[in-house]
């Protein structure tokens, strides 16, 4: 009877792992993308001269360190 479960029991060894393994990778790269939205919060893109960057602070117009031109926080695109 031992015998017969065994090949049973070998597929479950090997199914159970490997579905673990599938749960934590889907959850690593969910958790991830949900870091890089948090990171591109912060992105500013100057509509002067188009340089990217960070700004964390608390200050509604970021000034950009590229060309000092005051930047509107968010979605606000705005071009011409
Ligand atoms: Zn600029």
């Not at 960057?53 to 000092?68: I, M, N, Q, S, Y």
């Amino acid at each position: 009877m031992m015998d017969l479960l065994l090949p049973e029991f070998v597929l479950w060894a090997l199914l159970v792992p490997m579905g673990l393994i599938g749960l934590l990778t889907l959850a690593s790269r969910l958790s991830q993308r949900a870091g890089e939205r948090r990171a591109v919060r912060g992105r500013i893109i100057c509509r002067l001269c188009l340089h990217a960057f960070e700004d964390h602070g608390t200050a509604t117009l970021p000034e950009c360190p590229g060309c000092g031109a005051m930047n509107e926080r968010g979605r606000s695109r705005r071009l011409g």
